[in-house]
Nanobody, 122 residues
Framework: VQLQACGGGLVQAGDSLSLSCAASERSIVGYAMAWFRQAPGKERELVAH????????YYGDFVKGRFTISRDNDKNTVYLQMNRLNADDTAVYYC????????????????WGQGTLVTVSS
């Protein structure tokens, strides 16, 4: 699966941003999808995970109801709607695809997009 993330940019604190991740070469049907982020000097962390059938959704603790992950299998795309952004959300955001396992660590996902930069000014 080839993943292409887009939608990042520079926004102000309190603004919203919508990321999308389009898959190619293979359908995302059957794959769990996730968004991770990595800030400078920090480890990559899970932002959100959605199972292949959308039954199971996880969010990082820092999300606190601000973000929503969704997927459209017909469009082979996964989305991340981010609201009430703050400076701590500044990072490169990556989409990932993997088997439907309970491993939510980065090594639990086999395919990665190139990342899209989100910068939130305070």
């Amino acid at each position: 699966v080839q993943l292409q993330a887009c939608g990042g940019g520079l926004v102000q604190a309190g603004d919203s941003l919508s990321l999308s991740c389009a898959a190619s070469e293979r359908s995302i049907v059957g794959y769990a999808m996730a968004w991770f982020r990595q800030a400078p000097g920090k480890e990559r962390e899970l932002v959100a995970h959605i199972s292949y059938n959308e039954v199971t959704i996880y969010y990082g603790d820092f999300v606190k109801g601000r973000f929503t992950i969704s997927r459209d299998n017909d469009k082979n795309t996964v989305y991340l709607q981010m609201n009430r952004l703050n400076a701590d959300d500044t990072a490169v955001y990556y989409c990932a695809a993997g088997p439907n396992s309970r491993n939510l660590n980065p090594d639990g996902y086999h395919y990665w997009g190139q990342g899209t930069l989100v910068t939130v000014s305070s």
